[in-house]
């Protein structure tokens, strides 16, 4: 009976409960009536604000920049067959080899663009910094030494792809990636942007960062774009001015060094840049004939297709210096031509950027136009000799279809913003 009553006694007994760390599971101190009340209104007025941007983004693109873009996709496809087709029959005999991807690359940028046109662009925002962190790793990918996917061409490793069927640079990536993710995180600092701390130590370190990664392909060309719009937006971003200055000095100095020799990275171009005749058939033979080229037009130009420089006397005439025979078979009025339709689309993008809606869109747009004109500038000044020769390509005509493909889709961006536009009374 005792027995019993002992194990009654002990199974009425409460067991033990697990300890538990109860610091982390403390809820959190109650919000106070007006606490929750400013919550409760901030998300209310960032719902608005996002159905605003819906409703907005359902605007009217902007009609001449859109044209402005197709005109000079299709005189770059025109002057594209007319430059490439000795080259590509002597290489793959198919005279229409180049133009015909090029041309299929161009559709399909040109379809991109218009979808991308009619998304909100405020989608871009959270693509920021995973665009950035994927561009890093491409472009480290790419001077890995002995990987397999990196393609080297002309003494540069600047390319990823899987032989002659799919290439494509990183730093075309970079690019887009460096304007998306400084528009983004700029247009949230605001006044913060005067500080060391805020508005230059982040954004030099990643300049830097991808700078360092560019040189070792190299791609002295790319690096200089993309440093150059990263200054632009940390710029218009509101940077002390003092920063702007000691930039412009620094790169003064380092151009000086380079051209009195002190620094011997491509001595051999600069000296070719200075006198190309010096070795007219060596260093200075792609110049020399550049500049034929050029004198050959003469006002008029020879004729649409008639190039006689084109038949394997100047290299790379399809690509890099391919305005040297637009030169040639459109004269200087047809080259000047369109040089002024290009003006047209840099004013017509910085014309948005000053009416966009929000921050975010002025820079992205500012971002944008910035890579285009500073492309365009060293193109024309890498031709006609004004500038060391280096490898930079010219938008809309050169050949390289992803290339063109990811500007397109960058055109898009720049109307998709439009389409918010404040509203003005001309344009």
């Not at 000047?336 to 014309?351: C, D, K, P, Q, S």
């Not at 500073?374 to 010219?394: A, D, E």
């Amino acid at each position: 009976m005792i027995q019993q009553r002992t194990r009654t006694a002990r199974s009425t007994v409460p067991r033990s409960a697990p300890f538990r760390d109860t610091r982390r599971s403390a809820p959190r101190p109650a919000l106070t009536r007006e606490e929750a009340l400013a919550r409760q209104q901030r998300q209310q007025r960032l719902r608005e604000k996002e159905q605003e941007s819906r409703e907005l983004a359902k605007g009217p693109m902007d009609l001449p920049f859109c044209l402005l873009v197709i005109l000079l996709t299709g005189i770059g496809l025109v002057m594209l067959l007319s430059a490439s087709f000795p080259s590509a029959y002597y290489v793959n005999s198919d005279p229409t080899h180049y133009f015909v991807r090029q041309a299929i690359f161009a559709a399909a940028g040109l379809a991109a663009m218009g979808v991308i046109s009619f998304f909100n662009y405020q989608t871009l925002r959270p693509l920021a910094k995973p665009l950035l962190y994927t561009a890093i790793f491409l472009l480290v990918l790419v001077v890995i030494p002995g990987n397999p996917l990196a393609v080297t061409r002309n003494n540069a490793t600047r390319w990823l792809g899987v032989g002659e069927l799919f290439t494509f640079q990183p730093s075309e990536i970079a690019k887009m990636a460096v304007v998306i993710y400084f528009s983004h995180t700029i247009s949230k600092k605001k006044d913060k942007m005067h500080t060391t701390r805020y508005g230059i130590v982040p954004y030099l370190t990643i300049l830097g960062v991808i700078s360092v990664l560019m040189l070792l392909e190299p791609h002295l060309s790319g690096t200089v774009l993309i440093l150059s719009a990263g200054a632009v937006l940390m710029l218009v971003g509101g940077i002390d001015l003092r920063w702007v200055i000691a930039a412009v000095a620094g790169a003064g100095a380092v151009a000086s060094l380079m051209l009195t020799g002190v620094i011997s990275y491509g001595q051999s171009r600069i000296a070719m840049w200075h006198d190309p005749w010096l070795d007219a058939q060596g260093d200075g033979y792609q110049l020399v004939q550049s500049l034929i080229s050029i004198g050959s037009g003469g006002l008029l130009g020879v004729g649409l297709g008639k190039s006689r420089q084109k038949y394997l006397y100047l290299p790379e005439e399809h690509n890099d210096f391919i305005f040297a025979i637009v030169c040639e078979e459109l004269g200087l009025i047809g080259a000047t031509i369109i040089m002024l339709l290009f003006v047209a689309l840099i004013l017509r993008g910085y014309w948005i950027a000053l009416h966009a809606r929000d921050r975010f869109g002025s820079l992205l747009v500012v971002g944008i136009t910035t890579l285009i004109a500073m492309q365009t500038f060293l193109n024309i000044g890498v031709v006609t000799g004004l500038l060391p020769t280096t490898g930079i390509s010219r938008p809309s005509f050169s050949y390289g279809g992803t290339a063109l493909s990811i500007q397109l889709a960058e055109m898009g961006v720049v109307l998709s913003v439009s389409r918010q536009m404040k509203p003005t009374k001309s344009g």
